[in-house]
Each structure stands twice: as structure tokens, then as C-alpha cells.
């Protein structure tokens, strides 16, 4: 019985995503904005930016957001969801993940690892 309540929780529908109908290109930007522009690929200076934008408490446009957004989601569903990898003998991998928004944890973790060779990120 809970096996089939576990199952019925966590069927997926098949509604349409809110991001099918979502017209990225006619958010505007207002031009008081002023953080870096992101027009079609994502460069250096938009991530450098976004970064120091997160780091001093402000936000990115939403227009960035939704882009962002549905960038990852076609880099997802593009992807297989397992893959293997082959971690030579004296390699240790940590896997860090289910971080759920904590940026600046994640973040933590990754600059400790610079630098080393022992670590996979």
C-alpha cells in the first residue's frame, strides 16, 4: 500500500511545461538595468557579473532568468539521465549534490577543491 502511495506521488503528469508558451524574447528590459546584457550565448562577462551581483545580495533580470532556465532545460532533456564514468584507482570522487539553492555552500565546496588533483567537480 505505501509502495503505490509512493508511486502515485510522484507520477508526472502530462501538462503541458509553463516554459512551452513562454515568449523569452518579448520581456523587455528596463533600461535602468545595469548589470551585464545577456544577448544570445552565455559569455565570461555575464557569469563574472551575475556572480558579483549574487555575492553583493542583488538579482539578475527575470528576462536572464527565464533564459537561463530554458537553456538548462534543453541541456537536460538533451541529456541521458545516467551516465557512466570511469574514476581511475587512486582517484577519489565526491559527489555533492541536493544542494537545493544554497549557492553559497556549493560555492564553498568547489573553491576548497581548487587546485587539488585529487578531486572531480
Known amino acids: 500500500m505505501r509502495q503505490l502511495a509512493f508511486f502515485a506521488a510522484i507520477e ?3 501538462e ?3 516554459a512551452e508558451g513562454l515568449d523569452v524574447e518579448s520581456i523587455a528590459v528596463e533600461p ?3 548589470g551585464v546584457r545577456l544577448e544570445g550565448e552565455m559569455t565570461q562577462e555575464f ?3 551575475m556572480t558579483e551581483r549574487f555575492k553583493n545580495g542583488k ?3 527575470k528576462k536572464y532568468v527565464y533564459q537561463i532556465i530554458l537553456a538548462v532545460r534543453k541541456l537536460v532533456y538533451d541529456e541521458p539521465t545516467m ?3 570511469d574514476i581511475p584507482e ?3 570522487l565526491t559527489v555533492c549534490g541536493d544542494t537545493h539553492g544554497e549557492y553559497f555552500r556549493r560555492r564553498h565546496y568547489v573553491q576548497g577543491w581548487q587546485g587539488r588533483t585529487d578531486r572531480v567537480a
Open 16 to 18: 503541458p511545461s509553463a
Open 83 to 85: 551516465v557512466e564514468v
Open 32 to 34: 535602468g538595468y545595469d
Open 12 to 14: 508526472v503528469g502530462d
Open 47 to 49: 557569469i563574472d557579473d
Open 90 to 92: 587512486d582517484v577519489q
Open 59 to 61: 538579482t539578475i533580470h
